[in-house]
């Protein structure tokens, strides 16, 4: 049972059993006691599991992985490995987003990859798919050519993978069998390869690559929003082959480089993108038009605790401007108060409690006011005619009228010969 106070019209039931209806009964209390009890039917979600999962883009020491979301409000997917052989103990990783990167794996090897959804209560059934690591292979198509006295001249197709160098060895094919070597790097300046990004959130990725085949001081890695015309932003991350990209703005394409660093310069940038997930919501539509109001509704963003509306005149000079906030639960709203015949733009941002996304908007205009046109009373009749007592009387000397002649409409009196 859950107690709320008598202000409040909603509340969430929590700790629930996945995928069980329930009778769901609301009681008024009232000072002097209970009202009358008023119950409806709902069923909770089942944990369900992610759709379609695949291993893809394999090298020598690392899996790419990827699916399709759970249904629900899932908090993030755990991605369970381990070599079919049992070479090494499973692992696992926590990501946030629906793919990932699997590194400092065995070469040639068949890994068994599972992805779980998590929950706020648990987690939902595992699903899996095979994938399998690449051989570390040799070069190709070696040639030995443009002879000397004293030397020999080898070219070579290169190996697949992240190669740091080759061992060349030699040794006279008579007389001395003494094997002599010499290492080469691969060639200067290389840069890295296979630029890949994971771990996407709404501020936030990882930005992956393979290393330059040949022995860096580090990596520099630039970024900046698509299409801007902002500078890059630039990182010199060491070392190392990925780093996590912290403070980006969410559902926004990045352009992303990086560049291996030598003694003497820069490589060629490799290029890429990454997108961090949208914080807003979708299908933004308007209706229930009116002269001074009209409603917008919207399918709502599962990470919402809140939304920001906004809706404003494109004329200055009209009335209407407002902005509120309404719960995480809510999909529609009514604003009212608006000039009649106005255009106005409305948006909705999406917030959680650190995060506000980018606002997505929708423009509407008011209705027409229509005046009514009022009644005319009707036309009185016209008043009757009375002819004039000239008219009347024309004709009338040398007579006289008796006491009870009379005109109709007309008042007699006696008239006397002259």
């Given at each position: 049972m859950v107690q709320v106070p008598g202000r409040t019209h909603n509340t969430v039931l929590k700790n629930l059993q996945p995928d069980t209806d329930y009778t769901v009964t609301v009681v008024p209390v009232y000072p002097t006691g209970e009202g009358k009890p008023e119950s409806e039917n709902g069923k909770t979600l089942e944990r369900s599991p992610?759709?379609?999962?695949?291993?893809?883009?394999?090298t020598t020491n690392t899996l790419n992985v990827r699916w399709e979301a759970a249904k629900g409000p899932v908090e993030g997917y755990r991605v369970v490995y381990a070599p079919v052989n049992g070479a090494k103990p499973s692992e696992s990783i926590v990501v946030p987003g629906t793919t990932a990167f699997l590194e400092q794996l065995l070469p040639d090897t068949d890994y068994n990859v599972g992805v779980v959804a998590l929950y706020s209560d648990g987690e939902g059934p595992a699903i899996s798919d095979a994938g399998k690591t690449l051989p570390r292979s040799g070069p190709r198509n070696v040639q030995v050519y443009d002879p000397t006295t004293s030397?020999?001249?080898?070219?070579w197709e290169p190996a697949i993978g992240p190669v740091t160098q080759y061992r060349i060895t030699y040794a006279p094919t008579t007389g001395d069998?003494?094997?002599?070597?010499?290492?080469?790097?691969?060639?200067?300046?290389?840069?890295?390869?296979?630029?890949?990004?994971?771990?996407?959130?709404?501020?936030?990725?990882?930005?992956?690559?393979?290393?330059?085949?040949?022995?860096?001081?580090?990596?520099?890695?630039?970024y900046k929003p698509k299409d801007s015309t902002e500078d890059y932003t630039e990182v010199f991350v060491g070392d190392v082959t990925s780093h996590q990209l912290h403070?980006?703005?969410?559902?926004?394409?990045?352009d992303l480089e990086v560049l291996a660093q030598y003694d003497k310069g820069f490589s060629k940038p490799l290029d890429g993108e990454g997108t961090t997930l949208y914080l807003n919501v979708t299908d933004l539509t308007t209706y229930n038009v009116d002269h001074d109001s009209f409603c917008i509704r919207w399918t709502p963003h599962r990470?919402?605790?809140?939304?920001?509306l906004k809706v404003n005149p494109l004329d200055q000079s009209k009335n209407g401007a407002q902005e509120i906030t309404v719960r995480g639960s809510e999909s529609s709203y009514c604003f009212d108060g608006l000039s009649p015949d106005t255009l106005y733009n409305a948006?909705?941002?999406?917030?959680?409690?650190?995060?506000?996304?980018?606002?997505v908007s929708v423009q509407e205009k008011t209705l027409v006011r229509?005046?009514?046109?009022?009644?005319?009373?009707?036309?009185?009749?016209?008043?009757?005619t009375v002819p004039p007592a000239l008219d009347v009387c024309?004709?009338?000397?040398?007579?006289?009228?008796?006491?009870?002649?009379?005109?109709?409409?007309?008042?007699?009196?006696?008239?006397s010969t002259r």
């Amino acid at each position: 049972m859950v107690q709320v106070p008598g202000r409040t019209h909603n509340t969430v039931l929590k700790n629930l059993q996945p995928d069980t209806d329930y009778t769901v009964t609301v009681v008024p209390v009232y000072p002097t006691g209970e009202g009358k009890p008023e119950s409806e039917n709902g069923k909770t979600l089942e944990r369900s599991p992610v759709r379609n999962i695949e291993v893809f883009n394999p090298t020598t020491n690392t899996l790419n992985v990827r699916w399709e979301a759970a249904k629900g409000p899932v908090e993030g997917y755990r991605v369970v490995y381990a070599p079919v052989n049992g070479a090494k103990p499973s692992e696992s990783i926590v990501v946030p987003g629906t793919t990932a990167f699997l590194e400092q794996l065995l070469p040639d090897t068949d890994y068994n990859v599972g992805v779980v959804a998590l929950y706020s209560d648990g987690e939902g059934p595992a699903i899996s798919d095979a994938g399998k690591t690449l051989p570390r292979s040799g070069p190709r198509n070696v040639q030995v050519y443009d002879p000397t006295t004293s030397s020999l001249t080898v070219s070579w197709e290169p190996a697949i993978g992240p190669v740091t160098q080759y061992r060349i060895t030699y040794a006279p094919t008579t007389g001395d069998p003494i094997e002599e070597y010499v290492s080469v790097l691969t060639m200067d300046m290389l840069g890295p390869r296979n630029l890949r990004v994971s771990d996407e959130w709404y501020t936030r990725f990882r930005v992956s690559w393979d290393p330059a085949p040949s022995k860096v001081n580090g990596y520099k890695l630039l970024y900046k929003p698509k299409d801007s015309t902002e500078d890059y932003t630039e990182v010199f991350v060491g070392d190392v082959t990925s780093h996590q990209l912290h403070n980006l703005k969410p559902g926004t394409t990045y352009d992303l480089e990086v560049l291996a660093q030598y003694d003497k310069g820069f490589s060629k940038p490799l290029d890429g993108e990454g997108t961090t997930l949208y914080l807003n919501v979708t299908d933004l539509t308007t209706y229930n038009v009116d002269h001074d109001s009209f409603c917008i509704r919207w399918t709502p963003h599962r990470a919402a605790t809140s939304y920001r509306l906004k809706v404003n005149p494109l004329d200055q000079s009209k009335n209407g401007a407002q902005e509120i906030t309404v719960r995480g639960s809510e999909s529609s709203y009514c604003f009212d108060g608006l000039s009649p015949d106005t255009l106005y733009n409305a948006t909705v941002y999406t917030q959680t409690p650190n995060l506000e996304g980018p606002g997505v908007s929708v423009q509407e205009k008011t209705l027409v006011r229509t005046t009514a046109v009022p009644t005319q009373p009707p036309t009185p009749p016209a008043p009757a005619t009375v002819p004039p007592a000239l008219d009347v009387c024309k004709g009338c000397q040398g007579r006289s009228w008796s006491s009870s002649s009379t005109v109709p409409g007309v008042s007699a009196t006696r008239a006397s010969t002259r």
